[in-house]
């Protein structure tokens, strides 16, 4: 009687539905991503809302202001402080960059995808043992370098020295761009020869068509790298107030207690105003970053 | 080793493409059919006509929309794939990339927590049977379509399951290795001596391998037989036209009836039904009128004397095949027919007369025709 | 040892499977090493035979050669013009001008390489300036620049050298061509070549030169500079020369007392926790991101691009801003103090950023919240790519979903990745921006910082050799040294993955 039961409940159990046991994880899944989603979105949300906090400008311990006010946004522009300075810097760093590095890259990455050249794989394996030194150790004495040439900070301007750093090794990062290229039949390039197309015709007749998403996250992320860059441009920069990019600027308002307790929430302001379009031009091309990313970055 | 019974068994897909519109797209149409023990039945029909979504639901990879699929008499519905006792070969092989070949057939076996011992016997047994010992420590990647192929059969051997799916095996494999591993697959099922249900496209896979043919065109069953019954009587102008290589030549013709004879008069030649056929005929009191007449290439030849019973046609292309040529030809109207003629039966020097634009005549015999409705398109003898 | 053959081996049990591949692999070694010797051996012959075949055909260009090959050897590109190929020609010509100007000005290549023997002799001095009433600083030889610019001339003594090498082959080329008489190609040929044939020279001039100047050219520098005193007080522009010192800083490094500090335990134990935190920063975005990706793109979840576009959010926005504003957040008495406070969930606020253990596990959970949204995005391709046949055929062998992920989706993941896991983990090594933005190092390791900069708990040695390089008392050549350790340690963690990972070595299979 009870072996009968049994086995009536194993067979239930193999009978349950797909589609029950499926709504359970689904809902315990929705939970998670939920719970993720905010954890995500809550730094973002308190750094939009301590921006319009007019109370006090340090840190407190709630989120929601007692007083609002756009008095940060005020104070952000105002020739005081030498914020419009280090986002006009940044600014013009990150549009010179994402051209020239872009142009660097894909010049990289095509010939080394497309071309078979004795040097080929020995310089492939150069660039790759070059990687694994720490590029910070080039700074030490790139900004002597630049510092001679009267590039650096102490010059009143680090804008043209940084953009030269930034752009003069980007042909090391063509790894991604490389992957995606490799994607693309060969037999197109060879389709092309034959119709009469030289080399360089391949490249921007075929190639570059076809590898809109790689152009456009290339761009993407030279535009980008700038706007976060931290190291180089407080090597270059030299700490001159008029020389920073927002990165650096930034963070020197926050450097000691004090100065967190009189910067806190301009600091939130500034963070918004850096944030937001940059954000968006991001959120406007994802499709292409993901492209890029997925495509190129792991070959699968 | 069970049968398995499909009964009323449906698939509709509810294709929500974004849009608020949807859609139902019916693949399967009340499908029913009681495959036997031991019986190998080939799913076939053009891409799109359901035969891989049934084998699917069989598989319990797709969801049934409505009906029954029984096997061993047992309701598998809601059962999972692993829990209904099957063995599966995909399209794609669906070779684990990161395992050996050992690994690869070991798999489900270790799923079952089979022991080692036990494990190794199996798989080393199978792969002597299908002749890949030596790659036994191989990655697929550094197999051949062929062997990989093997693998994947090897797979589905080990798990001694009551059906064994194929789901079209051989497609990916050239036309010579497809050929030996048909052979292969008869000599597999002798050995097996189990239930197979074998999906494909190609209507010569079918007619070699099946014991019945299951002929499928959108979602609908149009005959299920043995290949004989569907070669030598066809249900309907579709199966006629594709089972038998190259298809079958369909001419608009009429049927006349002269004092219980029954003729067909093709291209104003008149020619007299004989033999079964035309006892068929009589027997089923069929009117006389307008019909479809199909006649397989095989059974046209090339007319000896030029009497009533020839067919004046334009020879247009010679098509050597090696044992045999295929003469494509039109006729007076325009129609284009198939005659394939053995090489061994031309007189010498005919060979080299038979090229393009040359005027000819062909003609058949009373008892190879096939007579289909031209409205119903049905076998008229059925 | 004994080698199995393959249905003995797939005898062996799980344990003796182990045994046996542990113990191939380092029967492998001996082998391994002595074809890197021969590899080696084979190298310096081949190199050797070259050089001896470009001197004999140096030499032979030179005896066979006509009158304007032989010219050639002493006025580069005259065989060329004297040919007709004028183009070429006048290029080696401007380079060769170029070169001996450069070498013999005063200050110019010659002594730039004389004084890399000693980087200078005299270093700068306070001398009186009459017109300006003051005393200033009187430049004499400078040890930076000494280094700079005398790597810089070996370079370009080098190059001239091919350069040489390449005019004298010309002429050979063009002997023999005219020989056969064919005519020589022209400039224009030459210029059209650039765009077609010799297309992929073209296009790497720029990027390879940027990357000559601006990486190998530092690179070079700074290893010499390991092998200096330079530092702060010796920097050869306002205060003392630096010299060369040999081993020294090396020996300093590994020592567990020079002047009263433990160098040697000061690098063990950042170098430790660099390895920890790349290990757990690597591997717990890499896990995690697979499992927020497979959990938006399973069947049946809706608003997957809603999920998505709030993680991508943490790529959008740049790091800095989201990297301090968290770290100011997990403050003594920031935010997140003063909400567990207001739920009543603490009573005392945690220091988050002041024990190092706490620290240490902070900065590697909000590396979580940095990372996985690219490990979603990368996971969510791959996962796209594995066939879905894969799925079904494991489902009809009886896996459950667990058995799937273990058995199917992650070890394919891991042989598609594992190049990509090798660079997350060395990139997360160097990952300067986290560390330094979130904690700046702290708290600090006062019994560590001895050795130069302030060293904490959380520093990596990224960010300890930024703290050497700047503030008040640099050491640049300790500085060197840890960057020469940091190179090493990842090329030998390459190295060894590279030969254990069958997907990275061959190219081409992944095309």
Redesign the interface.
Known sequence: MSNNNTAAIEREK?????KASARISNTIIYILLIAISIVWLIPFVCIVLQSFRMESTGRVGYVIPQVWGLGNYRKLFDPSTNFLRWYLNTFIIALVVAVVQTVIVLCMSYTLSRFRFKMRKPLMQFMLILGMFPGMLAMIILYRVLDDLHLTGQYGNAVPGLILVYVASSGMGYYVSKGFFDTIPKTLDEAARVDGANRAQVLYKIILTLAKPIVIYTILTAFMGPWGDFVFARYVSQVIPQAMNVAVGLQSWLATDTMVHDNYTLFCAGGVVVAVPVAILFMCLQRYYVEGVTGGAVKG | MASVKLTNVKKIYDSNDGTHRKDHVIAVHDFNLEIKDKEFVVFVGPSGCGKSTTL?MI???E?ISEGTVEIDGEVVN??????RN???V???Y?L????TV?DNIA??LR??KMP?DQI?EK??NAADILGI??Y??RKP?ALSGGQRQRVAIG?AMV?DSKVFLMDEPLSNLDAKLRNQMRAEIILLRQKLDTTFIYVTHDQTEAMTLADRIVIMKDGYIQQVGTPEECFDMPKNLFVAEFIGAPKMNIMKTQLLRENGRYFVTPFGSKIEVTGEKGKMLAEKKVPAGEILLGVRPEHMVLAAKDDATAIPVTLEVNEMMGSELHLHVFTEDGTRLIVRVPTIGLESGERETLVSGKKMSVTFEGKVMHFFDPETEQNLLL | MKRYS??E???L?KGQKFLYKLASFFAAIPRGLWNLVLGIGRFFKDLGLGIGREFSDIYLTFKNGDWKTRSSFLVMGFGSIARGQVLRGLLFLLFEIVFIFYMVVPHGGAYWVKMLGSLGLEGPSKGYDEILDQYTLVPHDNSFRILLYGVLTLFFIAAFIYTWRANVRQNKIAEEILRTGKPLRSGKDDLRSLVDDNFHKTLLALPLTGILVFTVMPIIFMILVAFTNYDGDHNGYTNALFGWVGFENFRTMFSWDVGGVNYAATFGEILTWTLIWAFFATFTNYFLGIFVAMMINKKGIHLKKVWRTILILTIAIPQFISLLYVSKMFDLNGLVNGGLKALGLIQQNIDFWGTPKLARIMVIVINIWIGIPYLMLIATGILMNI?A??Y????????SGW?QFT??TL??M??ITGPYLLTSFTSNMNNFNVIYLLTGGRPTNAAASGAAGSVGYTDLLITWLFKITTGSGTKYYLASVVGILVFLVVALISLVVYNLLPSVKNEE?FQ
């Open positions: 193999r009978h349950m539905g797909l | 699917r598989a319990g990879l969801d809601d059962l999972q794939p692993k829990d099957i063995a599966m995909f399209q794609n669906a684990y990339p990161h395992m050992y798999f489900s799923l079952q080692e190794y798989v080393t010992t030596e036994l420590l990647r797979r798990r | 393959d249905l081996y797939l005898r049990s066939p046949d894969l079904e055929s494991s489902r009809i062998d009886g896996a058995k058995k199917i070890p394919y891991l042989f299979d």
